[in-house]
């Protein structure tokens, strides 16, 4: 079964802290995406990656960033957690081609808490 | 601005009667159009997706959704509800020259409640 796997799915940080959230897939997807889901807000998308070491920012990158070293790794980063960064993250991942019309294979989530 | 809205929040139906999830997109090009369902605690998961050809489309657990382009819409659907289809659905469209990289664009959701 193809997965998508969040390294966390519950985590709580303090303001100030640096977090990483990594997730793995395994279906030797070219494209790589980090959703933030919030309540009423649906899922805003904050980067994503087609193709290792290539990223692009999403609609609400500031106080993000991300690593792609390997096709199967995508990791995001917040260099400095803030209270307003307290959010569900959703990977995800899809083949290259298609015209973009291939489904997205999403992870389980990582519940970040920044206190 | 290119955007998927989906106007209710909540949809409330009984079990067995048909229910409906609508969404509206604007995007310039062709759209390509698809529904997610994420169960409690759950990740999201593929329902449907339109890209081209018959306007009504067939998914996974017995839906399905209706392509609108008079009307910009994308409305799910099912015949008959079950107690288990009650879950936060989504629908998402892929912008215009966005190319090969699957990027999507989401609505807010909408809380299915299916009562026994």
């Known amino acids: 079964d193809v997965k998508v796997t969040q390294s966390s799915r519950y985590l709580v940080k303090r303001t100030g802290e640096k977090v990483f959230l990594e997730c793995v897939q395994d279906?030797?997807?070219?494209?790589m995406f980090w959703y933030r889901q919030d309540p009423g807000l649906g899922l805003r998308l904050i980067y994503f990656?087609?193709?290792?070491?290539?990223?692009e920012k999403g609609d609400i990158p500031e106080g993000y960033s991300v690593s792609r070293e390997k096709k199967e790794r995508f990791s995001l980063i917040l260099e400095s957690a803030s209270t307003n960064q307290t959010s569900m993250y959703l990977c995800?991942?899809?083949?290259?081609?298609?015209?973009?019309?291939?489904?997205?294979?999403f992870g389980a989530g990582s519940r970040l808490t920044v206190l | 601005a290119q955007s998927v809205a989906q106007p209710e929040d909540q949809v409330n139906v009984a079990e067995g009667n048909p229910l409906t999830v609508k969404c509206t997109y604007s995007?310039?090009?062709?759209?390509?159009l698809f529904w997610y369902v994420q169960y409690p605690n759950r990740g999201l998961q593929f329902l449907l997706k339109?890209?081209?050809?018959?306007?009504l489309v067939k998914g996974s657990y017995g839906f399905e959704a209706e392509f609108n382009k008079s009307q910009t819409s994308f409305h799910l659907k099912k015949p008959s509800a079950l107690v288990s289809d009650s879950a936060l659905y989504f629908c998402?469209?892929?912008?215009?020259?966005?190319?090969?990289?699957?990027?999507?664009?989401f609505g807010q959701g909408t809380t299915l409640q299916v009562k026994p």
């Open positions: 995800a991942s899809s083949l290259g081609g298609a015209d973009g019309a291939n489904v997205l294979t």
């Open positions: 279906m030797d997807h070219e494209n």
């Open positions: 990656s087609y193709d290792v070491k290539m990223k």
């Open positions: 995007v310039s090009g062709n759209p390509y």
């Open positions: 339109y890209i081209t050809g018959d306007n």
């Open positions: 998402a469209v892929r912008p215009g020259h966005s190319g090969n990289t699957g990027k999507l664009i």
